[in-house]
């Protein structure tokens, strides 16, 4: 049994961790992804919720988690591997993320008219944080105007965070019973690894895809190339079979994860 759980009633239940704790377990999850970039967050908006041993407690370890997926993007270079696997890390975790607390937590918060509000605002932030992804991900990662749009991307979601670590999360405390947020933790847990299993799936899929359009623009243009080195050729197909080797390590480290 990990030593961060406890066993009651034939269940295990994670124990409350010091907000030390529970802040350095999500950064070295996100240090797990790329161990030679520095990962620093600094301070973060003070929350109850560090540490605890339910629903809340596990958001607020995402949320350091993805605090330091940024700041690792913005101390990476260019379009080294270390930025596009972060980068893709990040985007992978805030959506499979958002997903699991919108059925985890949220769709509950919602049937009560008093949270209602707070659990819309929420779902409709997600939705923004989702189009400045896909915004970002359709843009060179080597050019200055991507730092900006993340920088823009960062502070939209360092903003969504802090309101549900200081204000709905608390809303949503005291409507709901500690058994229910302990459950919810469970919940949020196995809708999250589903949601990240189906997002790598797809993002295999269009990898494979777009591979194989390479490759067979580079096979069918092979006779046409002439005047082109053939040594040049051999180089961009030794790189593609870098980068799938690159990517297959990184979705094994990512289900590690």
Same mark, same amino acid.
């Given at each position: @049994? ?7 009633? +034939? ?31 600094? $301070? ?6 560090? +540490?605890?041993? *339910?629903?809340?407690? =596990? /958001?607020?370890?995402?949320?350091? =988690?993805?605090?330091? /997926?940024?700041? @690792?993007?913005?101390?990476?270079? +260019? ?6 696997? &972060?980068?893709?890390?990040? #985007? &992978? ?5 958002? %997903? ?9 918060? /919602?049937?009560?008219?008093? #949270? ?15 189009? &400045? ?5 359709? =843009?060179? @990662?080597?050019?200055? !105007? ?6 823009? %991307?960062? *502070? ?9 670590? $200081?204000? $709905? ?6 409507? /709901?019973?500690? #058994? *229910?947020? !302990?459950? @919810?933790?469970?919940?949020?847990? =196995? ?26 623009? &580079?096979?069918? +243009? ?26 297959? !390590?990184? $979705? ?6």
């Amino acid at each position: @049994m990990p030593k961060n759980e406890v066993r009651r009633a +034939g269940r295990r239940h994670p124990l409350r961790e010091s907000a030390g704790q529970a802040k350095q377990t999500g950064v070295a999850k996100a240090k797990a992804v790329a161990p030679g970039v520095t990962a620093r967050i600094g $301070q973060t908006p003070k929350t109850r919720f560090r +540490g605890n041993p *339910d629903v809340f407690g =596990r /958001l607020v370890e995402d949320h350091d =988690r993805h605090r330091a /997926l940024f700041a @690792m993007i913005e101390a990476s270079d +260019g379009v080294s591997r270390d930025r596009r696997a &972060l980068f893709k890390e990040l #985007t &992978l975790e805030v959506k499979a993320h958002a %997903a699991a607390e919108e059925q985890a937590l949220w769709s509950s918060v /919602l049937r009560d008219p008093q #949270t209602t509000e707070d659990a819309r605002h929420a779902i409709a932030e997600h939705k923004k944080l989702d189009d &400045l992804f896909k915004d970002l991900a359709a =843009r060179d @990662m080597a050019s200055r !105007r991507w730092l900006v749009r993340l920088a823009e %991307a960062k *502070d939209e979601y360092l903003h969504h965070i802090r309101e549900e670590e $200081q204000e $709905q999360f608390v809303a949503a405390e005291g409507r /709901l019973r500690p #058994t *229910d947020l !302990r459950y @919810m933790r469970q919940v949020f847990n =196995r809708r999250k690894r589903a949601e990240k299993a189906v997002q790598d799936s797809i993002k295999k899929k269009d990898s494979k895809a777009n591979t194989t359009a390479v490759v067979t623009t &580079l096979l069918i +243009g092979w006779p046409f190339w002439g005047n082109v080195d053939h040594g040049d050729a051999n180089n961009q197909l030794q790189e593609i079979r870098t980068d799938l080797r690159f990517v297959t !390590r990184a $979705q094994k480290a990512n289900k590690c994860s």
